[in-house]
């Protein structure tokens, strides 16, 4: 009776196994069918290094209001930079790609983009774009000053340039490892442009002295300077705006003498099989619709296009961008990085 038992459970067992088998099998073949019928469909493959949600949400608005569809396809900075040097032979390659300015300007470097501009991307000012249009910037990320509000009404509301950072001896900072992210490479990089190396190192090593903690990561300073451990910090301002508004008694200031930003744009590729929709979409890229979906999505960027909401801090004021070349690759910025950790975090260099 035991091996009547074992006997069916093994027919049952088979049975079922065969079932699945053939069920994802035609699942692969309904999945393969619906590919191929989107690949006849007029469409853009759009590589881009912004979250996964936001990607889905761009392509869907942009559906929705032009009715054309967008194939976007989320990578990481490194990946979409090793896909547009290396493209891989079989895949689809990109007609337009959403990407970092150094990731665009690497792809410049290497051929990968056909100007485009138009009368929207004209609303871009020119330090927020490529100069033979290869690249358009869409959307930055600037640091700036968040101030403790306690701190702010007994005299932080002084606090307008980088140098004041040094006036008041009382002060606590938060400030960014300028070694641990690219964001923060990019400040010194910059900073040292405007300012020189030697002038770079005194400033750092003055302000050093009232820093209370440097941050590998921006969550961490806005914390301290919500709670009060340090009076102000420097931080991006896309993660203090997510804090701010959602409470933090916090005020943010954009140093009026200057401040680095991360960028982010669009360009079309040298591989786009259909430029009339890749200029559809590059233009929309710059429209309202799309910076409500990153509001949707907690992006609180400030735009590149004169005609989007122009984001100002707590007195009211716009910011100021340092006007460098950002001539410089991933190896020059870690060298740099290095100098300021020799130099500055550690004073091994004199």
Same mark, same amino acid.
């Given at each position: 009776?035991?091996?009547? +038992?074992?006997?069916?459970?093994?027919?049952?067992?088979?049975?079922?196994?065969?079932?699945?088998?053939?069920?994802?099998?035609?699942?692969?073949?309904?999945?393969?069918?619906?590919?191929?019928?989107? #690949?006849?469909?007029?469409?853009?493959?759009? &590589?881009?290094?912004?979250? =996964?949600?936001?990607?889905?949400?761009?392509?869907?608005? !942009?559906?929705?209001?032009?009715?054309?569809?967008?194939?976007?396809?989320?990578?990481?900075?490194?990946?979409?930079?090793? %896909?547009?040097?290396?493209?891989?032979?079989?895949?689809?390659?990109?007609?337009?790609?959403?990407?970092?300015?150094?990731?665009?300007?690497?792809?410049?470097?290497?051929?990968?983009?056909?100007?485009?501009?138009?009368?929207?991307?004209?609303?871009?000012?020119?330090?927020?774009?490529?100069?033979?249009? %290869?690249?358009?910037?869409?959307?930055?990320?600037?640091?700036? +000053? @968040? @101030?403790?509000?306690?701190?702010?009404?007994?005299?932080? *509301? *002084?606090?307008?340039?980088?140098?004041?950072?040094? =006036?008041?001896?009382?002060?606590?900072?938060?400030?960014?490892?300028?070694?641990?992210?690219?964001?923060?490479?990019?400040? /010194?990089?910059?900073? @040292?442009? $405007?300012?020189?190396?030697?002038?770079?190192?005194?400033?750092?090593?003055?302000?050093?002295?009232?820093?209370?903690?440097?941050?590998?990561?921006?969550?961490? $300073?806005?914390?301290? @300077?919500?709670?009060?451990? $340090?009076?102000?910090?420097?931080?991006?301002? /896309?993660?203090?705006?997510?804090?701010? !508004?959602?409470?933090?008694?916090? !005020?943010?200031? &954009?140093?009026?003498?200057?401040?680095?930003?991360?960028?982010?744009?669009? #360009?079309?590729?040298?591989?786009?099989?259909?430029?009339?929709?890749?200029?559809? !979409?590059?233009?929309?890229?710059?429209?309202?619709?799309? $910076?409500?979906?990153?509001?949707? *999505?907690?992006?609180?960027?400030? +735009?590149?296009?004169?005609?989007?909401?122009?984001?100002?801090?707590?007195?009211?004021?716009?910011?100021?961008? +340092?006007?460098?070349?950002?001539?410089?690759?991933?190896?020059?910025?870690?060298?740099?990085?290095?100098?300021?950790?020799?130099?500055?975090?550690?004073?091994?260099?004199?």
């Amino acid at each position: 009776m035991k091996r009547y +038992f074992t006997f069916i459970g093994m027919i049952v067992f088979i049975g079922l196994f065969l079932a699945v088998g053939v069920y994802i099998q035609q699942e692969q073949q309904q999945q393969l069918a619906t590919q191929e019928m989107y #690949a006849k469909e007029r469409h853009l493959v759009v &590589y881009s290094d912004m979250p =996964t949600a936001v990607n889905r949400d761009l392509a869907e608005a !942009f559906y929705k209001s032009k009715h054309l569809r967008v194939q976007m396809v989320s990578m990481s900075e490194d990946g979409l930079q090793r %896909a547009l040097q290396k493209p891989v032979q079989g895949r689809m390659t990109p007609d337009v790609v959403i990407a970092s300015e150094d990731t665009l300007r690497q792809g410049q470097i290497q051929g990968c983009f056909i100007p485009y501009s138009s009368e929207a991307t004209e609303t871009v000012p020119l330090y927020l774009k490529d100069d033979e249009n %290869a690249w358009t910037g869409l959307w930055y990320d600037p640091l700036l +000053f @968040v @101030v403790n509000r306690d701190y702010y009404a007994m005299g932080g *509301n *002084n606090i307008n340039t980088w140098s004041d950072l040094l =006036t008041d001896s009382t002060i606590s900072i938060s400030f960014p490892d300028l070694a641990a992210t690219d964001i923060g490479g990019d400040f /010194l990089c910059e900073f @040292v442009e $405007v300012h020189g190396s030697e002038r770079s190192a005194l400033y750092f090593r003055s302000l050093q002295e009232r820093i209370g903690t440097y941050s590998k990561t921006m969550a961490p $300073v806005m914390h301290r @300077v919500a709670s009060g451990e $340090v009076q102000v910090g420097i931080i991006d301002a /896309l993660t203090e705006r997510q804090y701010r !508004f959602d409470g933090a008694p916090v !005020f943010d200031v &954009y140093p009026q003498d200057g401040t680095s930003y991360w960028l982010t744009g669009t #360009a079309v590729t040298r591989w786009c099989e259909d430029e009339e929709l890749a200029a559809v !979409f590059t233009d929309w890229l710059l429209s309202n619709e799309a $910076v409500d979906i990153l509001s949707k *999505n907690r992006l609180y960027y400030n +735009f590149a296009s004169s005609t989007l909401p122009q984001r100002q801090d707590s007195k009211g004021k716009d910011p100021v961008l +340092f006007m460098t070349t950002k001539h410089y690759n991933d190896e020059q910025r870690k060298e740099l990085q290095d100098w300021w950790i020799r130099t500055v975090r550690f004073g091994k260099d004199t």
